[in-house]
């Protein structure tokens, strides 16, 4: 990280990039089925639950 670091700055880029919140993910159909019957039964969408537990797992 160091690294990319002192090269943006030599190079007088920012290290920062901006995202959409958008990304495909391919998942197996047996894994897909189970994810949206989770979320459903929790009256959820499939990406809110997705999120989530995403942000749960990164959480420390």
């Not at 943006?8 to 391919?26: A, V």
């Not at 990406?47 to 537990?53: D, G, I, L, M, R």
């Amino acid at each position: 990280m160091e690294e990319y670091l002192r090269i943006c700055k030599e190079r007088g880029i920012s290290p920062h990039k901006e995202y959409s919140g958008k990304f495909n993910l391919r998942i197996p159909p047996e894994l897909h089925s189970k994810i949206a019957v989770l979320a459903a039964s929790e009256d959820k969408s499939l990406n809110q639950w997705v999120a989530e537990k995403l942000e749960k797992s990164l959480a420390m």
